[in-house]
């Protein structure tokens, strides 16, 4: 298969899969100008590939990802599903993500046909928390903008961010997007109180998994709070979560990843 596609130059184009055949999808690269796709980029398109081959009536409600290997600027990036199961309230797909030099990203995720239940709400932001208008733009590449308070090494403990262009209602491309967001971010809380953070010469990190858990619908052209906490370190590894609340503070999402932190060798 010819891996040939333009560059995206914004988010919805990012998401928009070319068919190559019922499951297999061409998806554009986006251009940071690091030489190295962004890991919530590849999530995203994966998640969309996975919703191209399920019920339109049914959404993602859930996803988990492994990184299995760094994927390459300006390349595009083919993603081919399995069909594990389909069923009247849920489906499931896996998603492999390739590129030339092999897969660089097994995605597993589950659709769910909305019904009513009964909602209960534990998390709330911080109280005091400030709003985007209090706090200025950070510099990023992506199609998106992103506003952190910042830790004494400046790692975000909470950013507000959202897309550049508005996706309309649609809810598989609102839950696509923001699990582009949800990569931002984490892999710096999951560094919250590590004697090296900052010295970069000596400290290497990457992102080895991903989950997204979505509670509520979102509209990610509006601004999203995320809260950021790490968890757990050891053996090499450290586990961050980000709590996502809309503005007037549901609590629509869940993300947690794991991130490798080691001694540069």
């Known amino acids: ?40 980029q590849v999530i995203a398109q994966a998640l969309m590939a996975a919703a191209r081959t399920v019920d339109p009536e049914q959404r ?5 990802a492994y990184y299995v290997r760094q994927g390459e600027e300006p390349a595009p990036v083919a993603f081919e599903v399995q069909r594990v199961r389909d069923g009247r309230s849920f489906s499931t797909r896996q998603v492999v993500a390739s590129q030339a030099g092999g897969a660089i990203l097994n995605l597993i995720a589950s659709f769910h046909r909305p019904e009513p239940s009964e909602e209960r709400e534990s998390s709330s932001m911080p109280a005091g928390a400030p709003r985007p208008e209090q706090l200025d733009d950070d510099e990023t590449p992506l199609f998106f903008q992103s506003r952190a308070v910042r830790d004494e090494f400046d790692m975000a403990t909470l950013a507000w961010m959202r897309t550049l262009e508005d996706l309309e209602d649609d809810p598989v491309l609102n839950a696509c997007a923001l699990a582009y967001l949800s990569d931002e971010h984490l892999l710096g809380a999951a560094l919250t109180g590590h004697s090296l953070i900052g010295d970069w010469e000596r400290l290497m990190t990457a992102s080895l998994d991903h989950a997204l858990w979505f509670h509520h619908p979102v ?47």
């Open 1 to 40: 298969m010819t891996l040939e596609l333009p560059a995206a130059t914004d988010l919805r184009t990012l998401l928009t899969l070319e068919a190559v055949s019922p499951d297999v999808f061409l998806a554009p690269s986006g251009f940071t100008g690091w030489g190295r796709l962004y890991g919530g």
């Open 219 to 265: 509209r990610v052209r509006d601004w999203h709070c995320f809260v950021l906490e790490g968890q757990a370190m050891a053996d090499a590894r450290g586990l961050s979560i980000a709590k996502i609340f809309d503005a007037e503070g549901l609590h629509v999402a869940t993300a947690a990843q794991e991130a490798l932190v080691r001694l540069r060798r």
């Open 60 to 64: 993602p409600h859930s996803l988990h």
